[in-house]
């Protein structure tokens, strides 16, 4: 008798754990899509993270559980074409239907008013956003003595109303949902129609966050902060700009922002991490150092211990500084140091056998310095981001590259990407003879440019 009530307690508590362990379902169809893998991620700020993947059966049908840890998120379907659809986990069951070649236009979400109703708000704001976007330019320009001028005043007043009410319906009608919290971060301040163009920018890049909440923890697990902040910083570039004035002018666009976030520890550091993820891809050098010094000064005590130790790196990086020495070994082993150039200027290369722009890229330096003898005074050192020696050994042949490479096998994780704190490739750094960082350039004919500067290379007659 007590064997079998012990094992029903165990029957029981196993049947408790597998609940726990998967209680919700991602399930659909995707007609087109039979046999097709798809994988499943949650964002994390604008990360994402894939959780796990499936193949459709001969239906196109699927179904995925979701692990009982994970919080409700903004989640997105990847296909092995690289076609994707968005969608709301609210922790509770979602279906729905699409076509593999449509994923988007012809999505169908089945008892999911949250993601129904979100996914029409998108294409409302965009209607919405493109109607104020025409009417602007004759608010400027129509003589305001004239009768349409008045009909154009009404349409401008009307169309923000109508998007407060709208907004504001779908806030209460969801407001316990994920959904609510990411429509408050969409709601905007009303322009006065009677502002000129100039008055009209700074009003909205004064009042731009009047409205919305920004210490909401339930949107880590989505991409609306980060959006929110791009979608600001754009109002600080202009086509006009060239790179030196769009950086000081983003620069302005970031202290606002960073002053908004700072008080909000948890939404400071996601929005910091995504904001030196994305100036550092486009090679934005000014803005990454003016980015990695407010973190490192005005954050004494950081709840992101790891994102502390990259704004510090970073600024330990800035023009002017020393390059921290790297060593590591080439292909065949033999040991190669950044020392051993002193007395020339230098070019890291932080590459990867697997990128595509590192392809087209690296031949076309390599060019520049086919005869080392011709080029006596600089030199170009490579690491290689990759895990695999026979991938590297493949591109260096392939390519013929003739600089010398560091390669570790560790790839992301090799102490060379670390000390200069790599997150993309191709990733450069302009080295002077007494080992001091003169540049990060990020494209082929920025780097051109520092080597006519420095008298490596002729300038065109």
């Known amino acids: 008798m007590a064997i079998r009530r012990l094992i029903l307690a165990l029957t029981l508590s196993l049947a408790i754990i597998q609940g726990l362990e998967a209680q919700y379902t991602i399930s659909g169809q995707i007609v087109g899509g039979e046999g097709n893998k798809i994988k499943l991620a949650y964002f994390k700020g604008d990360r994402l993270q894939v959780f796990d993947s499936v193949i459709c059966d001969a239906t ?117 949902n994920l959904a609510s919290h990411i429509l408050m971060t969409r709601r905007r301040p009303r322009i006065d129609p009677g502002l000129s163009a100039s008055e009209r920018l700074n009003f909205i890049k004064d009042h731009y966050f009047d409205l919305t909440p920004l210490n909401d923890t339930n949107l880590i697990y989505t991409p ?24 000081m002018s983003l620069i302005e666009g970031l202290k606002v922002v960073m002053d908004k976030f700072q008080p909000y520890p948890t939404i400071y550091d996601m929005i910091t991490e995504y904001l030196l993820d994305g100036f550092q891809t486009y090679g934005f050098e000014n803005v990454v150092q003016w980015i990695s010094e407010r973190y490192a000064l005005e954050r004494c005590e950081s709840n992101n211990p790891e994102l502390a130790r990259r704004a510090e790196t970073l600024r330990n990086l800035a023009p ?134 420095y008298g490596l290379m002729d300038k065109p007659k």
């Not at 008045?150 to 969801?174: G, P, S």
């Not at 902060?225 to 004035?245: A, F, H, P, Q």
Request: proline share 7%.
């Open 320 to 453: 002017g500084k020393p390059a921290p020495d790297i060593t590591g070994p080439d292909l065949n082993g033999k040991r190669i140091s950044l020392s051993d150039y002193r007395g020339k200027y230098v070019l890291l290369a932080f590459w990867g056998s697997w990128c595509p722009h590192c392809s087209e890229l690296m031949p076309r330096l390599d060019q520049l310095l086919t005869d080392p003898e011709k080029n006596p005074k600089w030199d170009i050192l490579g690491i290689s981001i990759d895990t695999e020696k026979e991938a590297v050994s493949k591109a260096i042949k392939e390519k013929d590259y003739h600089f010398r490479n560091i390669f570790d096998e560790k790839g992301w994780d090799t102490p060379a990407a670390l000390a200069y704190g790599v997150t993309a490739t191709p990733t450069f750094v302009f080295i002077d003879p007494e080992g001091i960082i003169i540049a990060k350039p990020s494209t082929f004919f920025e780097i051109i440019d520092l080597l006519q500067t």
């Open 60 to 176: 196109g049908k699927f179904s995925i559980r979701v692990p009982e840890h994970l919080p409700q998120a903004q989640m997105r379907l990847l296909t092995r074409n690289k076609g994707s659809l968005e969608f709301l986990y609210p922790r509770a069951d979602v279906k729905f239907r699409t076509y593999l070649n449509h994923l988007e236009d012809s999505l169908v979400f089945m008892d999911s008013p949250e993601n129904t109703d979100l996914r029409n708000f998108w294409k409302y704001e965009a209607q919405h956003l493109k109607a104020l976007e025409l009417l602007q330019p004759l608010l400027d320009e129509y003589p305001d003595n004239l009768p349409f001028y008045q009909e154009v005043v009404r349409e401008y007043v009307m169309r923000q109303i109508d998007f407060e009410a709208t907004i504001n319906q779908l806030i209460i009608k969801h407001q316990n």
């Open 224 to 247: 609306a902060y980060t959006r929110l902040v791009i979608e600001y910083l754009m109002l600080y570039s202009t086509s006009g700009n060239d790179k030196k004035e769009l950086e």
